[in-house]
Structure formats: C-alpha cells, structure tokens
C-alpha cells in the first residue's frame, strides 16, 4: 500500500526515474559494445607475402591503438578454417579467392579485394618440354597443405589431366620451393602469390630459373571465372639483360581481405581504411586505386564494406579516435530516440500533472455542486440527515487529498465551501443557499 501512495503522489518522478534507468542501461549495454582494442589476423608462412603484408596492416593499425596479432598459417585454405572456428580467435584474414564456396560462407564477409596473385609457373630451363607435358615424371613443389597454392594448383593439374603423372608431388611452402628450385633438388615449383612476394622475386631474378606461361589462360579464365587474366611484359624484371626474354601470359586469383560476420564495425572501417593505404598504390599488374575493390567472389561483402567504397569513412572518423568515433556515433543513435520521447514528455508532464491534481479537487466540486443543487430543489423538505452524511464523506475525502504545497490554496477552499454549504443546510433558509460556483 505505500508503494502504491509513493508511487500515486510521486508518479511523474517515477516516471522519469524509470526512464533515466533505461537511458541508463541502454548506455551500458553500449559501452559494452564497444569495439576491441586487440584482434587476431591469419597471415601466411613466415617471410611469405601475406606475413608482410599482415605486419603492414600491424603498423596501420597501431597508430589507431588496436594491437593487431599475427598468426602464421599454410595459407588461404587453413585461414578459412580459423575464420570459421570461433575458437581461434581470428576474426580477419587474407584469402585467394576460389578455394572455397558459398556454402561454407555463411559466417564469413569480405571487405574486397586487395591484389592479384598470379600462379607463378618456375621452373628448371634443362627441362625442354612445356605446358602439361613438362610436368610428367618430374618432382613438383605445390604448397603446403591448407594453402591456396595447393588447391588451386591441384584444380589446375586435374583439369590439364596430369594428376598422378608426377615422380613426387611435395608439399613446399614458397620460400622453401624457391630455395629447392635453385638448388636443384626439384623441378618445378607452382607458388600462388602477389608480385612482391620476396620468393617472386628471388626466383624471377635468378637467371638459372624460367618462368613458363599458360598457353591455355583465356580457356582458365572462361572456366574459373575467379581468375584474371595477366601478362608479366618482357623484360620487366631485368631490362639489360632481357628478363623474361618474352611477354609471359599468366593467369591469376585475386586475394580478398576476410572477416568473421561479428567483427565490430569500427574495427572494419579501420581494416578498410588500412587497406586503402596499403594496396591502393599502382603495380605491375594494376594502375594506382585499383585496389582496394569492392568485389565479392565467393563471400558476400559486409555492409560496412559496401558503405566504405560508396561513401568512404564515417565523417566522425575524420575528427576523432575511432574508439571516440564509434562512441559518439552510438550516442547519436540512442538520443535522437531519448529526445523524441523526452522532450514531448517533459512538455506534456507537467501539464498532465497539473490536470490530474485539478481533478482530484474538481470532483469534489462536482458532487458538492450536486448536493447544493438538492439542497436548493428540495427545501425545508430535504433529508437533512442524508445530506449531512454526503457532506461528511466529501468533507473527509477533501481532509485524506495528498497534494503538493502548490496546490494546498485548493484544498483550504474546497474545505471552506464544503463548511459554508453545511452552514446553508443547518440554518434556517430564507433564501436560497450561496452557490459554491459562485464562490469560486
């Protein structure tokens, strides 16, 4: 019963109170929201291209306060793996696209794609076959297992109908092929990686390496329709003495940056805007501002993703941390709703308030006006006991009314005007009693 009385004699401050504890907890669940200062990222082998371009991203990130960790994997196959496994820990990764399908996508994103990565073809010049026929009898260098190297060169080899015509298939990351390359202990070594690659690059300027094409590009780039299309022009990487002697026809993946589907949206706009720093300058194979590219091969692209190459970072990144940034952005969304509700509410309140003590004081007004009407009809014929019971119960209805000092004048009058129509109907009339109307 006293919470009842509290809360019937003090319901518009309950009512704010009530309110301020959601705005209250709604700003809690909202810090707890916040993005994180410390995600994982699934890189490559160590010394591989998508290692140092991961420590690129690393740096990046840092300026903006977010540690980003580096974990080494076989490659595309096993970094789509992690991404899928919530217990990894990693939440973004470099992948090739192609080694995987929409089916076991569903929690994964893209953020676009970042470069192109061409199947280098090197091999020993002694051997004088080419194309497929020089990969029989012959030990082959395919990449680990987990990496997109070995995936897509096993699709390749299948579809030229080579598969099990190897002396040895080996499983080599692409440091470890080029060092086997050169030294003469393989033959041929298929490595699936960007143009900066330090393995690339070793074996294109080691004169005792050859670079072989793809005579079939245009049907791969048909069939494959993740793969591009490139050509390394002759000379390029040692114009004096003519290396390659030849424009070498290439076929190539484009690697896509990749998220787990929950990773916070800040931390997304900070990826994007790493990427653009990092893979927006000009290449061998691409004009400046190729890339990053709002592209989804096998993954679907975030919406973050897809706001970002439409209209950039969010304007509030401009002027603060993104931690501030991504604070303020949810203040706005929590109080363009609170002021929509509070402002009306605090206009309207104190008239309700208002309204609802008047009402209190006027039905009281109301059955006395009643009574005094009875009075005035009936005359010295009235039930006079009767009415003196009314104006008791009226009288000690005003007495019980729980209102604010504001309003304490009504209830003295009230109080008065009841006394001065029991003076009416205790004296004897000659005249009509004083209308309590009047008196107001």
Do not use: C
């Not at 012959?138 to 699709?155: D, F, N, Q």
């Not at 009504?410 to 009416?424: K, P, S």
């Amino acid at each position: 019963m006293a919470v009842r009385d509290f809360l019937r004699d003090h319901w518009p401050a309950a009512a704010i109170s009530a309110t301020a504890a959601a705005i209250g907890a709604a700003a809690v669940a909202m810090l707890l929201g916040m993005p994180p200062h410390r995600i994982v990222m699934a890189t490559g082998p160590e010394g591989d291209a998508y290692y140092e371009i991961g420590k690129r991203y690393q740096a990046v990130l840092a300026r903006a306060n977010v540690d980003l960790q580096l974990v080494p994997s076989a490659g595309s196959v096993q970094n789509r793996a992690l991404l899928r496994d919530p217990r990894s820990g990693v939440s973004v990764a470099l992948i090739e696209g192609g080694v995987g399908t929409q089916a076991d996508s569903s929690q994964l994103q893209s953020l676009g794609t970042m470069f192109y990565e061409p199947v280098w073809w090197f091999y020993r010049p002694e051997i004088a076959e080419s194309g497929p026929d020089a990969l029989r009898g012959r030990k082959v260098s395919i990449g680990p297992e987990g990496s997109g190297t070995r995936a897509l060169s096993i699709e390749l080899i299948q579809r030229a109908g080579t598969l099990g015509q190897f002396a040895q298939v080996l499983p080599f990351s692409p440091r470890t092929a080029a060092e086997k390359l050169v030294a003469g202990e393989i033959d041929i070594a298929f490595i699936l990686s960007s143009w900066e690659s330090p393995a690339v690059q070793a074996l294109l300027a080691d004169d005792r390496i050859a670079l072989s094409g793809f005579p079939h590009a245009d049907a791969l780039v048909a069939i494959y329709p993740f793969l591009s299309k490139l050509v390394l022009p002759k000379g390029v990487t040692d114009i004096p003495n003519n290396r390659p002697p030849a424009d070498v026809t290439l076929i190539a993946a484009k690697a896509s940056l990749v998220i787990r589907g929950d990773l916070h949206p800040a931390i997304q706009y900070l990826l994007l805007n790493a990427a653009a720093k990092i893979h927006s300058g000009p290449s061998i194979f691409n004009a400046a501002n190729r890339f990053p590219a709002a592209e989804a091969i096998d993954i679907p692209l975030s919406d973050e993703a897809a706001r970002f190459y439409k209209s950039g970072m969010p304007f509030l990144n401009d002027y603060f941390p993104f931690w501030m940034a991504a604070l303020i952005g949810k203040l706005i969304i929590l109080l363009i709703p609170v002021i929509g509700v509070l402002y009306p509410m605090v206009r309207f309140l104190p008239r309700l308030f208002d309204w609802t003590m008047r009402s209190k004081v006027l039905r009281i007004y109301g059955e006395l006006r009643m009574l005094e009407d009875e009075i005035a009809t009936a005359g010295g014929k009235a039930d006079r006991n009767a009415l003196t019971a009314r104006l008791d119960n009226l009288e000690k209805e005003a007495n019980h009314l729980r209102m604010p000092l504001a309003y304490a004048s009504m209830l003295y009058t009230v109080r008065d005007h009841i006394g001065l129509v029991r003076e009416a109907l205790n004296k004897e009339r000659s005249g009509p009693p004083t209308s309590a109307a009047e008196l107001l």
